[in-house]
């Protein structure tokens, strides 16, 4: 088992940064590979980034390669979301979670475990 809880965000202005954080408690977190998604109101859950592991490897859906950054410290069971230059289209609830082996890196259901979610809005 593995509890994730997200915190880190709120209000920017467009062309802002926030960094998000994922601390995680449980068992065993260093051997998880973990993602961040995102969430806007009437849309569907979707990928942003992916971390390996030992943070060897990341993965960003398209629209926020050059802006996001995904890192890990499993010393203290931390993964980040670092967010610049932010657009009102990043504006949704972001998610990290813990990865599974039910799918894909980039489909929700290739994760176990979620956090509760927190709130970026972008104003332009």
């Known amino acids: 088992q593995v509890q994730l809880a997200e915190s880190g965000g709120g209000l920017v202005q467009a062309g802002g940064s926030l960094r998000l954080t994922c601390a995680a408690s449980?068992?065993?977190?260093?051997?998880?590979?973990m993602g961040w998604f995102r969430q806007a109101p009437g849309r569907e859950r979707e990928f942003v980034a992916r971390?390996?592991?030992?943070?060897?490897?990341?993965y960003y859906t398209d629209s926020v390669k050059g802006r996001f950054t995904v890192s890990r410290d499993n010393a203290k069971n931390t993964v980040y979301l670092q967010m610049n230059s932010l657009k009102p289209e990043d504006t949704a609830v972001y998610y990290c979670a813990a990865e599974g082996w039910g799918g894909k890196y980039y489909q929700p259901q290739g994760y176990d475990y979620w956090g509760q979610g927190t709130q970026v809005t972008v104003s332009s």
């Open positions: 449980g068992r065993a977190f260093s051997s998880y590979g």
């Open positions: 971390i390996d592991w030992s943070g060897g490897s990341q």
